[in-house]
């Protein structure tokens, strides 16, 4: 869960990573999530 938390990455990529499936997620952003809407203001991630 602090994984999840800490990542950097979309959310749902991360979730099909742990779902196993890692090569669908390579590169996958669902535009909604809020890392997705980080990435796509360039903002950094406050930690
Ligand atoms: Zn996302």
Do not use: N, V, Y
Not at 4 to 26: I, M, N, P
Request: hydrophobic content about 30%.
């Amino acid at each position: 869960m602090q994984q999840f938390l800490h990542a950097k990455q979309c959310r749902w990529q991360f979730l099909l990573t742990a779902f196993g499936l890692s090569e669908e997620s390579l590169g996958f952003q669902c535009g909604k999530c809020d890392q997705c809407r980080k990435i796509d203001r360039g903002q950094p991630t406050i930690s």
